[in-house]
């Protein structure tokens, strides 16, 4: 399975952006989707993460209330959409795919595959 990112761009603070997250080669079905993001000089942090099979989700402190994921099932793409945005957002947004137990969603190290992540620049 190979995954695209796109969606990204410049944006003023306060705006709006939709990232996307397309996958080819076979469904999302069984995995778990995550959103992370890696500013310059910094760790590649959750965002949130997406239980294709159930639909379960989870958001990190930092963009809950701001940040929804969603899904197109017939496009096998899944979706974030960024609102309320912040100059502190600003960083390279990535999906990546795993199988692992849910308890364990936030640890970057534990996904496989990744898409090559999307520019995301909020300027104040």
């Known amino acids: 399975v190979q995954l695209q990112a796109s969606g990204g761009g410049l944006v003023q603070a306060g705006g709006s952006l939709r990232l996307s997250c397309a996958a080819s080669?076979?469904?999302?079905?069984?995995?778990?989707v995550g959103w992370f993001r890696q500013a310059p000089g910094k760790e590649r942090e959750f965002v949130s993460a997406?239980?294709?099979?159930?639909?379960?989700?989870r958001y990190a402190d930092s963009v809950k209330g701001r940040f929804t994921i969603s899904r197109d099932i017939a496009k096998n793409t899944l979706y974030l959409q960024v609102n309320s945005l912040k100059p502190e957002d600003t960083a390279v947004y990535y999906c990546?795919?795993?199988?692992?137990?849910?308890?364990?969603?936030?640890?970057?190290?534990?996904?496989?595959?990744w898409g090559q992540g999307t520019l995301v620049t909020v300027s104040s």
């Open positions: 990546g795919l795993t199988r692992i137990v849910w308890s364990e969603i936030g640890n970057h190290k534990r996904y496989h595959v």
């Open positions: 080669g076979r469904s999302f079905s069984g995995y778990i």
């Open positions: 997406f239980r294709w099979s159930g639909g379960t989700t």
